[in-house]
């Protein structure tokens, strides 16, 4: 009997499901009204972890509609020495999932995203056929040989940043094989 209290309603998972779905929709085109239409469906009487995933999705595409408004791409200085002379755009705390979970630094540069975790690892953007997004790991396929990357990052919002940046860095003029 006590069970129930802590069971969702069908019609409660639902409405979840379809926030998630919508979460994201909007990570894949970043719309500023889009964001504040999903603030609206967020719903106070889910359970705190589930309110709690919600909130850092929020703030993960709220930082995602402001980087994916702004022209150019952001330029970190670093002197983090795999970065070398390239132009950091981006570094983020993450764990590769094929270095049995080691943990790590994640830079993404202008010519290359690079992994510093126990030993570093590169892969050049040319090289990179498509990145997606799958909750907080970002998976990157590779070609020449062919490998999937599997980057685990700590938020939301740090795989959708990841995430755009890439795709933006492995579409600029000059980036084909």
Do not use: Y
Not at 8 to 35: G, H, I, Q, V, Y
Not at 82 to 111: N, Q, S, W, Y
Request: glycine share 6%; net charge neutral; with cysteine.
């Amino acid at each position: 009997m006590i069970w129930r209290v802590f069971r969702r309603s069908p019609a409660s998972a639902a409405t979840n499901a379809s926030w998630w779905e919508a979460a994201d929709r909007l990570a894949e085109t970043p719309d500023a009204a889009a964001l504040t239409g999903l603030r609206a469906m967020t719903r106070a009487d889910l359970p705190p972890d589930e309110v709690e995933q919600q909130e850092e999705m929020l703030d993960g595409l709220e930082a995602l509609v402001t980087l994916a408004s702004s022209n150019g791409l952001p330029r970190l200085d670093t002197q983090h020495r795999v970065i070398g002379a390239d132009a950091c755009h981006l570094m983020t705390p993450a764990t590769l999932a094929a270095e049995h979970a080691v943990p790590g630094k994640l830079f993404l540069t202008d010519r290359r995203l690079v992994f510093a975790g126990g030993h570093a690892r590169t892969w050049a953007w040319h090289r990179v056929r498509d990145v997606a997004r799958k909750g907080r790991a970002v998976h990157v396929v590779v070609i020449g040989p062919a490998e999937l990357v599997v980057l685990q990052c700590n938020s939301f919002g740090d795989a959708m940043i990841v995430r755009h940046l890439a795709r933006r860095l492995t579409t600029r003029p000059g980036q084909g094989d």
